[in-house]
């Protein structure tokens, strides 16, 4: 992970990185950081002053935690949630999951193995279209109604155990994808293993890809492996949406 | 509709908001015909628990009759009188399939949230937060039931709402912490917070075998009701010192199963309590465990430390050395609502069990704001509050 751009890099925050601490906070929120926890110090010491010892000490405690994470770029707390709100440039993206599934590795392959299945979890993927035994048509999609399309075939099949697939020519977002299906122990289903690889969109559609490819993160594919389980054990995907219609007086 | 909508820290308000609808072919739409204010509804309404958003419709204790099914749905069918559990849950995953309902694994569409903050996800709540997944809950005039074909329990005519209401959370929340504490015949078990988990846990310890039950609160009016409807000795906190009186009434051993109905927002006194105050209200804590503390040490070696009061992120202080050295088990959890209703509807059936004497207020749907600060502020003699979302308040106790 890259030291955000154009932040000098202070004493501490070389200390923090060589003690293997990463920087995982934003440069607008390492600002806020340090405006916020230098006001929380202060508030303490006035508490402090005022004979309010207890919650003077909690106060400077907790300024003092906020001024270290805007200073060194790293919190604990993000750290210890896994959210990384430093922001990366597209460089590709490269994702495994592994979920388990209450259905039998024969029935998860079939749902798979079926492409034109993909985007009813895939939320990116606007259609899959099989084209042929082995290759298919894949058309994603991207904020404003933008959207690109490629051709795919699959490289290995084994039937209930392992689908993997590739796209084919120069794709606007080159990319490819294994799924393994084992038997979990002790009569919990199967145990999927996906994973997917997007290269960085080139070539003169690289703009349009880029932002198609943008929408595709970590946290999205594994939203779309929980919509997978969900359709596989209960017919259905999840949703608090609130879209009122009828009335029912 | 109308609906009790969430605006924030202590404002809630009456709504009107659009009749809600079937989305998905196993969902059901039921017309609410008497709803609860829980008292996990107060951490809502106190703003401890994060991602509530403005016009966020409140409730999870909620029954009535269902209007609409979806395509799916041949169980039911409009004009049935339902129960609906608080946890919504699918019935066919792993953890569903072993009764652990509130552990289901796909009724939450955030469960992304939670598993950031716990490792892993709880089933869906109605009307709590969107880290419960963001549902419309039942303080409403309509409610959108999803997988309304397993877990809703059909009501026999004769029993009234206000007999069976109750079997939506609080009923089943204390059994299973009465449950949780295997009790054997004899035991002595200890309740922390009358509110109305903790007297039901009381009455259900009675049921699962108890010879002793201690009731701990601060108000006379709700030790009183432990001690007239539970048959507990009540012990005020704030007129004794909790553990010290414990281990003086029980031989010196301390209870078999200590109960915290209590959970992240307790109550305490002195320097301690300051403290929790002080490092919750700047979010340095989430939660106040001071219960949870006087439980530990209170228990005696060996025994059961059983958790239905809610928790919500990290307690600090937390006596491990005791856990350890004592070797208590400790149980905690939302409850598997769905496995117990059958069992506790015969229960009620049969006059074993009767929750709705905890009923002090009946309201209207538009009265909830004042029923909130009334519940918040335990003014008027305020234990339990239900809300009629088709009828008028009645202030009769």
Redesign the interface.
Known sequence: MEAATGATQSGLEREAKQRGKQINVGRNERTASMIGGAALAVTGLTKLAGKKILPGMALMAAGGMFLYRGKTGHCDVFEAMGVDTAGTEDKGLTVEKVLTINRTPQEVYEFWHNFENIPRFMRHLEAVRTTGGRTSHWKARGPAGVSVEWDAEILEDYPGQRISWQSLGNADIPNEGTVEFMEAPGGRGTEVKVHLTYRPPGGTAGKLAAKVAHGINAQVIEEDMKRLKQIMETGETATAAYTGSRTYH | ?KAVCWHGKHHVQVDT?????I????DA?V?VTLSGICGSDLHLYNGKVPTMKEGDILGHEFMGVV??TGS?ITSLSRGDRVIVPFPIA?????YC?EGLWALC????????MLE??YGDTGA?IYGYSHLY????GGQA??VRV??ADTGLEKVPPELSDEKVLFLTDILPTGYQAAENCHIQKGDTVAVWGCGPVGLLAMKCAWQLGAGKVFAIDRFPERLEMARMHCKAEPLNYEEVDITEALHDMTGGRGPDSCIDAVGMEAQGTG?EA??DT??QT?R?ENDRPIALRQLIKACRKGGTVSIPGVYSGFVDKMPMGAVFAKGLTIRAGQTHVQKYLRPLMRLIETGAIDSSFLITHRLSLNDAPMGYELFDRKQDGCVKIVLRPQGVSQTVH
């Open positions: 509709m908001v659009p009749d809600p609808q989305l998905n072919p196993r739409i017309k209007v609409e799916a699918c019935g066919d995953c792993w399939q694994d796909n009724s939450n569409p955030n469960s992304w950031k903050l869906g997944g963001g549902y419309a005039e309509f999803p997988f320097l300051a403290y002080v490092k700047l340095l």
